[in-house]
């Protein structure tokens, strides 16, 4: 019988962090939500407590530590729009850099170790190889990769220094929703694909821009690796078992491995819903790579972790479900 812990999601009211929270709370652990709501819901929240606050407030951290301990942190809270990074670094920065900062810093005054970061596979820039393994080069290409570059370096210091160990998750493609349609993506605004596909078919925006049908790929549009959001929330849990365990500091990168293009998406998406999606065919976007997928093979050996819904039209269909029934 696993014994409940005590669990601190910073960022909880967003879209994977109000995930993680569901798969805590069926997994039978204690629940405290810190988010300022500045792009999170609180609706999303299907259980545990919910604190109002800034991550990066010293005095709201220190008063959450004091009044209780935690077993372990997820850290989910930060800017994620690669455009807006380049076009306001300083922001960004701020957000992502200085304020986990001022979180690690107060877990380690309080004795709080065992968190769990939310990275990204931007931290990579332009991929050397593909798949792309942990041994890649880091090299980001954008503000918004640095950060996240910038606080892993962070979390491997502290982790010297003070002991505060930790798991970097990079992401690379989240996707899909609670597959009982309670919650799933909400952005604003939304740049990820398969909403944006299905908004398109609703009729909630007149059509998809598709940059680019020259690439090297076989139907010539660019290839992602999508991953399913609940998948990603089974490695968090795991990655916290590990740390539980006395697993070391360390980052994995979390995908299906195979990686879906974006004429794919459409097709699927026409298969669930039953309609074309409407596009708008664009120049390609500086920057894009044509093909981006992850080698995931150390998670799944290290951490026990493979993907449930590994099927691209599984992943569109949950996604369907709830962009049906979302609230506007």
């Keep these: 019988m696993k014994i409940s812990k005590n669990i601190l999601v910073i960022g909880g009211c967003g879209y994977i962090g109000s995930h993680m929270v569901k798969c805590l709370l069926d997994a039978g652990h204690k629940v405290v939500v810190l988010d300022d709501l500045s792009t999170g819901f609180r609706d999303s929240l299907l259980g545990g407590e919910f604190i109002a606050g800034d991550f990066g407030n010293r005095a709201v951290l220190d008063d959450l ?69 942990e041994k890649h080069p880091r090299l980001p290409i954008n503000p918004y990769g640095m950060t996240k570059h910038m606080v892993e370096i962070m979390l491997r210091d502290f982790d010297r220094a003070y002991g505060l160990r930790s798991v970097a998750l990079r992401y690379f493609n989240a996707a899909g929703a609670d597959p009982d349609a309670r919650i799933g993506e909400r952005h604003q605004p939304e740049t990820h694909l398969i909403p944006l596909a299905l908004q398109a078919v609703l009729g909630r925006r007149p059509a998809l821009s598709v940059f680019g049908r020259d690439y090297p790929t076989p139907d010539g549009t660019c290839i992602r690796d999508y991953i399913h959001v609940d998948d990603l929330c089974d490695a968090h849990l795991l990655a916290l078992e590990y740390l539980w365990n006395g697993g070391a500091t360390i980052a994995f990168n979390l995908g299906n491995g195979a990686g879906f293009s974006v004429q794919q998406v459409l097709d699927a998406v026409m298969d669930v819903t039953g309609a074309p999606v409407p596009v708008q065919n664009a120049p390609k976007r500086e920057g894009d790579p044509a093909r981006l997928v992850a080698d995931a093979a150390l998670a799944k050996a290290t951490l026990g972790w493979s993907p449930r819904y590994a099927d691209l039209k599984t992943i569109v269909r949950h996604a369907w479900q709830w962009e049906q029934r979302r609230p506007h």
């Excluded at 850099?97 to 170790?113: P, S, W, Y």
């Excluded at 332009?126 to 792309?132: A, K, L, N, S």
């Design 65 to 133: 530590f004091s009044r209780q301990p935690f077993d372990g942190v997820l850290h989910f809270a930060s800017l994620i729009q690669v455009g807006e990074s380049v076009i306001d670094p300083a922001r960004y920065y701020s957000c992502n850099v200085a304020k986990t900062l001022t979180l690690i810093d107060t877990m380690k005054q309080h004795g709080i170790g065992n968190l769990i970061f939310s990275s990204t596979a931007a931290v990579f820039g332009e991929p050397e190889q593909v798949p792309i393994d």
